[in-house]
């Protein structure tokens, strides 16, 4: 529960900060950094709720296994990704 608990207020924290950044700028590396982090505390709230059994009751499922537990933990992984992506075309390709 310690765990738990404390992914929950760290991940709050962060996505608290993502989201006041997120007015301050118009670079697209920075937006898809800022996403992905509101995405993982997404991925622990959902995971909080699946283990007390309220999640589960309204999703999708494709066969056994319901759609965000497949795509949530993937999901944050993809934005930080196309964040590094840009960063790193811009840095090595455009000089």
């Known amino acids: ?7 929950l207020i760290l991940g709050a ?10 007015s301050k700028t ?3 590396a920075w937006m898809l ?6 995405a993982a505390y997404i991925e622990t709230v959902y995971a ?3 283990l007390f059994g309220i999640a ?3 999703t999708l499922f494709i066969g056994s ?4 537990a497949i795509l949530l933990p993937a999901l944050h ?3 930080f990704i196309a964040a590094f992506l840009i960063m790193a075309v811009r840095r090595y390709c455009c000089r």
Request: aromatic share 16%; charged share 10%.
């Open 13 to 22: 924290l962060a996505a608290f900060f993502a989201i006041m950044l997120w």
């Open 56 to 58: 589960g009751k309204l």
């Open 65 to 68: 296994l319901p759609l965000p």
């Open 77 to 79: 992984s993809c934005f």
């Open 48 to 50: 909080v709720l699946n």
């Open 33 to 38: 950094l800022i996403i992905g982090a509101i």
């Open 1 to 7: 529960m310690v765990f738990m608990f404390s992914r």
């Open 26 to 28: 118009r670079d697209a």
